[in-house]
């Protein structure tokens, strides 16, 4: 079945550069259809979007966070991976990628399937 | 932006109850493009319902969706213990209008 696992260090310090790496199996990302995706949740509160990629590589960020984001693919690794640069303590938040199937032909948003289990990083000194 | 306003914050309710949980949008919504998940504490969210009443594979019968425009539905026909849990609502409006919702918890009474 298709898993996602999400990995990268749980601390970081501020000013620094949080890099996620999430790992795909049981389908490739080459082969097209998805919107990978990363997912954000603050500590007691709310999901965040911050952006996805697809498999042709073309990319898309939260506005909020667009200036400090960069998600890419390594199709060998059928691996996306997540970096935000000059993190700040407003950063700390379980990370999750998911896999989100998007707008099919029946023109219904079939949602996002298949998450990770997500992880915590926490950014302080 | 769309705003997606859920509502109550949150539920106490009793194993065999009904829970009716509500989603509103600040401006309408295709009901094609409005999800549910269900999240449960250190778990990811699960995805319930897309297409604002389509249940997502291997999701039991008395989960159901429902609405249109800007108000939707999330019911739960009879609760199990495993349904206490946080539940958002989310939509699709393409890439760049996409939101959840603020979440309703709901919690054993």
């Known amino acids: 079945q298709v898993q996602l696992q999400e990995s990268g260090p749980g601390l970081v310090k501020p000013s620094q550069t949080l890099s996620l790496t999430c790992t795909v199996s049981?389908?490739?990302?080459?082969?097209?259809?998805?919107?990978w995706t990363w997912i954000r949740q603050h500590p007691g509160k709310g999901l965040e979007r911050i952006g996805y990629i697809y498999y042709s590589g073309r990319t898309y960020q939260n506005p909020s966070l667009k200036s400090r984001v960069t998600i890419s693919v390594d199709m060998a690794k059928n691996q996306f991976s997540l970096k935000l640069n000059s993190v700040t303590a407003a950063d700390t938040a379980v990370y999750y990628c998911a896999r989100d199937r998007g707008i099919l032909l029946d023109g219904y948003y079939y949602g996002m399937d298949i998450w990770g289990q997500g992880t915590t990083v926490t950014v302080s000194s | 932006e769309i705003v997606l306003t859920q509502s109550p914050g949150t539920l106490s309710l009793s194993p065999g109850e009904r829970a009716t949980l509500s989603c509103r949008a600040s401006?309408?919504?295709?009901?094609?493009?409005l999800a549910w998940y269900q999240q449960k504490p250190g778990q990811a969210p699960r995805l319930l319902i897309y297409?604002?009443?389509r249940r997502a594979t291997g999701i039991p019968d008395r989960f159901s969706g429902s609405g249109s425009g800007t108000d939707f539905t999330l019911t739960i026909s009879r609760l199990e213990p495993e349904d206490f849990a946080v539940y958002y609502c989310?939509?699709?409006?393409?890439?760049?209008?996409?939101?959840f919702g603020t979440g309703t918890k709901v919690d054993i009474k």
């Open positions: 401006q309408s919504v295709s009901s094609t493009f």
């Open positions: 989310q939509q699709y409006g393409g890439s760049a209008l996409f939101t």
């Open positions: 297409g604002a009443s």
């Open positions: 049981g389908v490739s990302i080459s082969s097209g259809g998805y919107y």
